[in-house]
């Protein structure tokens, strides 16, 4: 049975840094590009950043010098670590396998003094 699970999420200040996890079982993360997604309510779910199979990475503008995503193909494990963060960047967090279109369940992330 396939699953994703995302952790790590929660309040922060802006400015602050938070790092979330994204957790495989099922199927192996090296064999399919992860990505991770954010949405807020009312409007759309984006792509935020991928990693391909062979690591490589890319980011949307807006996220671009401040998110770094990292995979541990070992530990079935993808992550999304985030710095200056800023109030516009509050949202629900998906991780996602692109292929094989596996969802988590999302992780909030609020940034709020």
């Known amino acids: 049975q396939v699953h994703l699970v995302e952790s790590g999420g929660g309040l922060v200040q802006p400015g602050g840094s938070m790092k979330l996890s994204c957790a495989a079982s099922?199927?192996?993360?090296?064999?399919?590009?992860m990505m991770w997604h954010r949405q807020v309510p009312g409007k759309g779910r984006d792509m935020v950043a991928i990693?391909?199979?062979?690591?490589?990475?890319s980011y949307v503008e807006s996220v671009r010098g401040r998110f770094t995503i990292s995979k541990d193909n070992a530990e079935n494990m993808v992550y999304l670590e985030m710095n200056h963060l800023k109030p516009e960047d509050t949202a629900v967090y998906y991780c996602n396998a692109r292929v094989k279109g596996y969802w988590g369940q999302g992780t909030q992330v609020t940034v709020s003094s």
């Open positions: 990693i391909g199979t062979d690591g490589s990475t």
């Open positions: 099922g199927f192996s993360i090296s064999s399919d590009a």
